[in-house]
């Protein structure tokens, strides 16, 4: 074959793939935003003729959204409420982990916290939140501390399973080859443990959301939760719509940045799991 047709091969072999490659981006897209398209298009054509005033129609809500958000609230508000959504979340990582390593390492750690854990565990954490604003007072520090009352539970129970279900045969391996104590948490404990404290953090994140709104309720001066409220005794009911859209916007925006965080973090162990389907 002539170099003149290997290089139009060539580069017909890469056109298909640029091309299966859009359009596989293309499909992806469609499956992602198939369903809230259609949501809000049932939303809209459904609303249109609304005459109640609870229920405005999605389009009044849409128009609202701009001059209620955009032009000063989102500073005011929403920042706020990230914020401390952020604050409070990083703690409960930070001590659900590290406390849940310590608990699921040690057998009698385990046996002495368990029925502790499992009652303060099941009590809702916003009915913590007069209790926490005697102690706390009014501010921010209250607001953090419900959201770490609330998430560092998922987090911190999925870390003590996962640190337990680590193969006895690889502690032993490493307690074999002498490794540090700070390479063994690293390399061992904490990757052994990773898929089941990111479905505690995925978990953690969704509560963190709520309880973060529900502390805003109470006692606050701005926030999300504080402005739908307000919209809600001032009878702004367009207003409060368009907040509730906001806040799940949020939701959607801190979902897409959680996934893009996992994804390397847990690249080794679903390269492990297609060598597993690949050997089977």
Avoid at 40 to 58: K, N, Q, R, T
Avoid at 169 to 174: G, I, K, N, P, Y
Avoid at 209 to 219: K, R, T, Y
Wanted: net charge positive; hydrophobic share 50%.
């Amino acid at each position: 074959m002539s170099a003149g047709a290997t290089a139009v091969t060539t580069t017909d072999t890469r056109g298909r793939r640029g091309s299966s490659g859009v359009a596989r981006f293309a499909k992806r897209l469609g499956v992602i935003f198939a369903l809230p398209v259609v949501l809000v298009a049932i939303w809209w054509f459904g609303s249109a003729g609304s005459e109640s005033f609870f229920f405005p129609p999605l389009a009044e809500i849409l128009q609202t959204f701009q001059p209620t958000w955009l032009e000063g609230r989102i500073f005011a508000d929403v920042l706020p409420s990230v914020g401390r959504l952020t604050i409070g979340y990083v703690l409960a990582l930070v001590l659900g982990i590290g406390a849940g390593v310590a608990i699921g390492s040690s057998a009698k750690l385990r046996a002495f916290c368990e029925p502790v854990l499992e009652f303060f565990r099941a009590i809702p954490p916003p009915v913590l939140v007069p209790i926490l604003m005697l102690f706390a007072g009014i501010g921010t520090t209250m607001k953090v501390v419900v959201i770490i009352s609330g998430c560092i539970w998922p987090i911190l129970l999925n870390t003590v399973e996962g640190v337990r279900g680590i193969d006895e045969v690889l502690r032993d391996t490493a307690a074999t080859y002498r490794m540090r104590k700070r390479t063994r948490l690293r390399s061992l404990i904490l990757r052994g443990a990773s898929p089941q404290i990111v479905t505690g953090a995925r978990q953690g994140l969704s509560i963190a959301i709520i309880l973060m709104v529900i502390s805003e309720m109470f006692a606050a001066n701005n926030g999300l939760g504080f402005s739908i409220v307000q919209f809600q005794r001032s009878f702004a009911i367009p207003q409060m719509w368009s907040g509730i859209i906001l806040l799940g916007l949020v939701g959607v925006m801190l979902s897409l940045i959680f996934r893009a965080i996992e994804r390397p973090v847990l690249a080794w162990y679903h390269g492990f799991r297609q060598a597993q389907r690949g050997g089977n």
